[in-house]
């Protein structure tokens, strides 16, 4: 088989995956579900470990990014013409903004007025910070 064919083969499989974890979830919510609220709050709650999953991730890709910004910018210092200096900036802007999303999703369900915060992000973020909001 070639690696076209063999890319084409296993593309439908992530769509599946994401599929069926969706309709799990769905269909969890509506099997004790009676009105339209219900499946709602069944469909957040069951997407909760989802949400903190995608927060720890973010704080973990942006300290790793963060640190390797700061490793970029001693090999600028060091060899200025192989390393441009818009590599480490932008290592920089992502790290910073990866560990901030948690936080402004926290600050955004909020000032929704969403009970419990984003999908997953009610334990993280401006909550937890002192003066925040509980």
């Known amino acids: 088989m070639?690696?076209?064919?063999?890319?084409?083969?296993f593309s439908w499989l992530k769509y599946f995956g994401v599929f069926a974890f969706v309709a799990c979830h769905i269909g969890l919510a509506f099997a004790d579900a009676s009105s339209m609220p219900e499946v709602v709050s069944g469909v957040t709650s069951g997407l909760e470990p989802a949400g903190k999953l995608m927060a720890g991730f973010g704080y973990?890709?942006?300290?790793?990014?963060?640190?390797?910004?700061?490793?970029?910018?001693?090999?600028?210092?060091?060899?200025?013409?192989q390393i441009p200096i818009h590599t480490p900036i932008a290592l920089l802007a992502i790290g910073l903004s990866l560990i901030a999303t948690p936080g402004i999703v926290q600050v955004v369900a909020g000032s929704a007025k969403l009970s419990g915060g984003g999908a997953g992000f009610s334990g993280i973020g401006v909550s937890s910070l002192p003066g925040g909001t509980k």
């Open 2 to 9: 070639s690696s076209e064919k063999k890319k084409y083969a």
């Open 60 to 81: 973990t890709a942006g300290i790793g990014s963060t640190i390797a910004a700061i490793f970029k910018f001693q090999a600028h210092k060091n060899n200025p013409t």
